[in-house]
């Protein structure tokens, strides 16, 4: 867009939102909303207008304007995606969910809530917890992610191994739907197999079929005890034997994670809890986290027995049971990208899936490829579900080496899906992932994916240039 139509933009946004709702592109205020925590890979983007719609009916009115006046749109949460799902490419107008936030209405008796897109994960989380409930996707930077992005996403995290990731909990949505009605699918009932599964197919589809607004959560009683159990490996393959181990034991853990050897030598040293189980001289260059939860006895009765399939082949087991342990635990683990970061001032981190079995594969391949690309490398992640979280060090104002992490990043698309995995496991396609797909789906699929997309949009104007199958 020319000045002059920028300009005319943003008075048209103003006239339909208010002057306090809206923001031209080029405003100093507006940089915190062009780019996503992809930024470290000099992913950032141009809009013409930034819009902050107070509820759903002002966001279903201007989606209705910008489809009358063929302007794309770009909705977004808390900007903690990592695949540059939220960031615009070429001019057109963000929608930031961020006021849509009021809080969470939770029926306590009834095990559900009705939550808003733009509140914050941690808080539903908590409020959740303050009724006695769970509600358990806790993807990482769950006090800044809100549910909006969450659902879009379909985003996961450590403890969903057990419970699943947010479309699992997701048993209706409010969303606006183009040319700009306001719709909701599904609804408080748990169950709903009538139609097509609509609510399935809006729910990771990352803003390019819809913008959900609100949605309904099935929420469960939350467990009395949860009890995590640390195991601490010689290397990989150690570790992996100890991870179907677990697996085949019967018990059941709410996550089950893991960190490789760069990992570790990038975070273990802040955990000092571990240092007393450590034999002197024993470097751990693999660790499981499994945690139990469930009744005061149940959870124990679990732990045990996690930790003593953990215990073989280990250089050491460390299993806390006091309430500030396991949070000093998890605020670890919660820590670790940040830790790998930290190495050489940047990262690139993909989000890969394989069959479990793979793991240990995937793993090593990590680094192999890293090597290749003269690039340092690690992972980490939810060791039950196969998801890694491949990752590549990077000075990130050296462009040759984010161009060589990016190129690295293809090779990994490529290993995931000759393993049989996917490309993503919890951060989507985004901008980053364009065409990927093609690696994991046969030709007929990728045509119906493109079928649907055009069938909720057909004017190409919700997130274009995003989730792109080929």
Known sequence: MSTSQRTALSRDLAALLGPESVLAGDAAAARAYLADSTESRAIRGRADAIALPRDATEVAGLLRWCYEHDVPVIPRGGGTGFAGGAVPLDGGVVVSLERLSGPAEIDPGLWRAWVPAGARTADVRRRARESGLLYAPDPGASETSMLGGNIATNAGGPHTFKYGVTGTWVTGLEV??????????????????????????????????GIVTAAWLRLLPAPASVLPVVGLYRDADAGCDALEAVLSSGVVPVALEFLDAG?????????????PALKAGATPKFMLIAEADGGVEEAAADARELAGVLADGALAVHAPSERR??????????????????????????????PVERLREAVAATIEIGERHRLPACSWGHAGDGNVHATFMIDRDDERQVTRANDAGHELFELAAALGGSVSGEHGLGLLKNGMLALQWPPRALELHEQIKRLFDPKGLLNPGKKIAR
């Open 176 to 209: 606006a739907l183009a040319p700009g009605e306001l719709v909701r699918i599904g609804g408080q009932a748990r169950k709903d197999v009538a139609g097509y599964d609509l609510r399935s197919l809006l729910i990771g589809s990352e803003g390019t079929l």
């Open 263 to 275: 990992a570790l030598r990038a975070s273990l040293g802040a955990l000092q809890a571990v240092a």
């Open 325 to 354: 342990e396991i949070a000093e635990l998890w605020r670890w683990r919660d820590g670790v990208s940040g830790a790998v970061t930290a190495q050489l001032g940047g990262k690139v981190s993909e989000d890969i899936v394989v």
